[in-house]
């Protein structure tokens, strides 16, 4: 305690020891003032540096004004350096597009590290348990680059030693408030490090209406929606099983839809093959006609289309063994994807024992076997309970819709989901906020994406299923 003392104050500090008279005063070693000045220089030079390799754009653009005052006056400065600042204006008047990538997203990024994450870093660390005050010192996690780009800022941080990423995972909320952000997400670049997403506004607040169909056939991953960056959404149906989980008036039937309608060239020209299982009457029986013989709507049919597909399945096992051990649609053996719009309906909610078992056990046969043989399972679910869709974890790709409770999430997507950003369960109600909104889990990745699926509307199915009738009806 006598070392955070200035000069010679603990000289006069006397501690004795109750009912003795022993007394002791501590030793001041007086430090010599040319040290001092060299500390203090150091540092000084130091954070110079550092500034400097840190900021090289805004110390040039303040040095260099500067220096050409302080060399020709500061009228000459003014004539040499006006240029500069009417050029970039003129560039941002032309192509504001090139001007924002190359100086604007800079520019903003260096004002949000100084005046947001830097003013900030120190308490929101402490208070949030992330930094340790001990000793009268701040051990804090090192505040890295920051970067800024049309909807979101991202910050690479160095953790401090001993820390473990569920730290940060667990105080999402205390960084989003901490730092002004509706939510924060925190994603792993490698040991020690993290990035840390901080959204500035939401680019999936406004509804996307039905994509184009595309001009060739494709059963690669196909276009759906849009990710929370602005690139397109591509969802893989070829060689995987999707699951997709989300309340009522979620959005499952925009996924469902848009998958179709990416799927329709494909279809036409023989590649794909679309098996429907409605049991709800109400979503999929509008393409009824897109389908063909392979729609099912009772309990008895689906359980006899699911058996029909395990068949199939089993017959290009047969063929397929020992030859290749990847499928590549064709006309003679096209992919085959199963849709099934409620799948416990058939499974968990189902009074007839001996349909339950025959579903179960199809679904279970098929997303175990089926994709090295392309057929493939995209189903659709409102309670992602273990109890209601015991098969969850056999659907290697997850999506989780707009979701009733937090630990659905988890369930949904895996242990840590949540913590890593997918907040399903704060997706917005409202239709034109939230519907189609939700977190995909891939396989090849534990780090959950936030998309929004295409709305496709009642015309538009109609309009699909009038242009494949016309079109495709007769190349039947």
């Known amino acids: 305690m006598f070392r955070r003392l200035p000069g010679d104050e603990a000289r006069n500090l006397v501690s004795t020891t109750p009912d003795t008279a ?24 130091a954070g110079l540096v550092r500034t400097i390799s840190r900021h090289p754009i805004v110390a040039v653009v303040l040095a260099v004004p500067s220096a050409l005052c302080w060399l020709y006056g500061w009228q000459t400065a003014l004539l040499l350096v006006a240029p500069v600042p009417v050029g970039l204006i003129t560039w941002a008047v032309i192509d504001r597009a090139s001007f924002t990538h190359w100086v604007g997203w800079r520019l903003l990024a260096w004002w949000r590290l100084i005046w947001v994450y830097r003013r900030y870093w120190q308490p929101v660390m402490i208070i949030s348990g992330l930094g340790r005050h001990l000793r009268g010192r701040d051990y804090l996690p090192r505040l890295g680059k920051v970067t800024c780009n049309a909807w979101a800022d991202t910050v690479t941080i160095r953790m401090l030693d001993g820390q473990a990423v569920k730290d940060w995972a667990d105080r999402t909320d205390h960084l989003a408030h901490g730092f002004g952000a509706p939510s924060c997400r925190v994603q792993v670049v490698k040991a020690g490090r993290l990035v840390l997403t901080f959204p500035r506004r939401d680019p999936l607040a406004t509804p996307i209406q039905a994509l184009p169909i595309p001009t060739a056939p494709t059963v690669g991953p196909v276009e759906i929606g849009r990710q929370e960056d602005g690139s397109p959404w ?68 689906c359980a006899d289309l699911l058996e029909q597909a395990v068949k199939v399945m089993q017959e290009r096992a047969a063929r397929f063994g020992g030859v290749q051990r990847s499928h590549a649609p064709t006309v003679a053996d096209p992919f085959i994807l199963v849709i099934v719009d409620e799948v416990a309906f058939l499974t968990a909610y189902q009074s007839d024992r001996d349909l339950k078992r025959r579903v179960s056990a199809a679904l279970a046969t098929l997303t175990t076997q089926g994709r090295a043989v392309g057929v493939g399972v995209l189903a659709a679910l409102q309670d992602p309970r273990k109890e209601v869709m015991t098969i969850r974890n056999l659907f290697p790709d997850k999506i989780a819709l707009r979701l009733d409770e937090s630990e659905q999430v988890d369930m949904v997507l895996g242990d840590g989901a949540r913590d890593r950003g997918a907040l399903a369960d704060r997706i917005s109600s409202n239709p034109a906020l939230g519907a189609g909104v939700g977190y995909v889990r891939l396989e090849t990745s534990p780090d959950p994406v936030r998309v929004r699926a295409a709305y496709v509307s009642d015309t538009d199915v109609r309009a699909m299923v009038a242009s494949f009738a016309t079109q495709g009806g007769e190349a039947r």
């Open 22 to 45: 022993v007394v002791f005063r501590p030793a001041v070693v007086t430090t010599p003032a040319i040290v001092t000045i060299v500390i203090l220089t150091w540092r000084v030079l």
């Open 234 to 301: 591509l969802l893989k149906i070829l060689g995987t099983h999707v699951l997709v989980a989300g309340a009522t008036g979620a959005g499952k039937g925009s996924i469902i839809w848009s998958t179709i309608r990416a799927l329709l060239p494909a279809l036409r020209a023989g590649l794909v093959e679309i098996w429907a299982l409605d049991p709800k009457l109400m979503e999929l029986s509008f393409g009824r006609a897109l389908f063909g013989p392979h729609y099912a709507a009772t309990p008895e049919e």
